[in-house]
Nanobody, 123 residues
């Protein structure tokens, strides 16, 4: 079992920045590929970015490429999502997730999920 806890969400103006964190506990964090997803009201949960267990591979959704950066610190059992140039359409609940796959792009690829953190971007 892996427990995931997100933090760092909040309210920010368009063009601003936020950094989300996801702290993991339980099984060895460094063995899991991590992903961030988001879900806006009335919409399905969508893929944002994934980072492989060794940080050797990262993939971003086109909608966030160039604005968001994922990183991980395996010593701290934490994955981060730096979000810059935020837009109102980035408003959503952001979830981190863990998988044993090399990479994961779908919700069904992931075994463990956090409870989510709200990000609201005002125009």
């Amino acid at each position: 079992q892996v427990q995931l806890v997100e933090s760092g969400g909040g309210l920010v103006q368009a063009g601003g920045s936020l950094r989300l964190s996801c702290a993991a506990s339980g099984r060895t964090f460094s063995g899991y590929t991590m992903g961030w997803f988001r879900q806006a009201p009335g919409k399905e949960r969508e893929f944002v970015v994934t980072i492989s267990y060794d940080a050797g591979d990262t993939y971003y959704a086109d909608s966030v490429k160039g604005r968001f950066t994922i990183s991980r610190d395996n010593d701290k059992n934490t994955v981060y999502l730096q979000m810059n140039s935020l837009k109102p359409e980035d408003t959503a609940v952001y979830y981190c997730a863990a998988t044993i796959r090399r990479l994961g792009f779908k919700t069904s690829d992931y075994l463990y999920w956090g409870q989510g953190t709200q990000v609201t971007v005002s125009s």
